[in-house]
């Protein structure tokens, strides 16, 4: 069974651009979090999606927006980019996001210059 | 304000002896809690998970207890290996549903 997948692997974005990350997560998962890591910070929570529909949401700005397919594969979209955006973004999935463990992809790192 | 803490940054422990990795967490509806571990340049991987109406739980060399009174889990490793050498994350979730809240991450090295 496939892995979470996700791309680009590695992105270099100037402030005030747009970017897209995707994510497709395991089959048969239709359940799909974001998530930020930054040094010292931590996983920090950005939405969840759950059959197309953001189930849950972080404390991020609009700026952080998402959403997901009717084949649960996920998109995350950051515009207006600032140099604080500069992380590394985990997509995990898992079968309903309820009451288990979360599968997560490598990441994409993005860098704002 | 952090919800999830995890006051050590790092340790270090020799190879064959015991890992003790600490979290504790300030909200009182937190009902699971999860360890993960992360090497460099991979995702997270989910370890060893707790329920609260659990006081532990243990699978091989990997064992999380829960002190409900004192918000506080741990995660015990024994015996130590080299390959254990990762980033350790606790996260813990409030209720059925509800997203994880995740702590910094402990950064253990196994020296050999």
């Known amino acids: 069974k496939a892995g979470v997948t996700q791309t680009p692997r590695y992105l270099i974005k100037t402030r005030g651009q747009q970017v897209t990350l995707s994510c497709s997560p395991i089959?048969?998962?239709?359940?799909v979090s974001w998530y930020q890591q930054t040094p010292g910070q931590g996983l920090q929570f950005l939405f969840e999606?759950?059959?197309?529909?953001?189930?849950n949401k972080g404390n991020f700005p609009g700026r952080f927006s998402g959403r997901q397919f009717s084949n649960s594969r996920s998109e995350m979209n950051v515009s207006t980019l600032e140099l604080g955006d500069s992380a590394l973004y985990l997509c995990?999935?898992?079968?309903?996001?309820?009451?288990?463990?979360?599968?997560f992809g490598q990441g994409t790192r993005l860098t704002v210059v | 304000d952090q919800q999830v803490k995890q006051n050590s940054p790092s340790l270090s422990v020799q190879e064959g002896r015991i890992s003790i990795l600490n979290c504790d967490y300030t909200n009182s509806m937190f009902d699971y809690f999860l360890w993960y571990k992360k090497y460099p340049a991979e995702g997270p991987t989910f370890l060893i998970s707790i329920s609260s109406i659990k006081d532990k739980n243990e699978d091989g060399r990997f064992t999380v207890f829960l002190n409900k009174s004192a918000k506080h889990l741990s995660l015990h490793i024994v015996p130590s290996q080299p390959g254990d050498s990762a980033v350790y994350f606790c996260a813990a979730r409030a209720s059925y549903g509800q997203n994880f809240v995740f702590g910094p991450g402990t950064r253990l090295s196994v020296l050999p």
């Open positions: 995990a999935s898992s079968p309903s996001g309820m009451n288990t463990e979360a599968f």
């Open positions: 089959s048969g998962h239709r359940s």
């Open positions: 999606y759950f059959s197309e529909t953001q189930r």
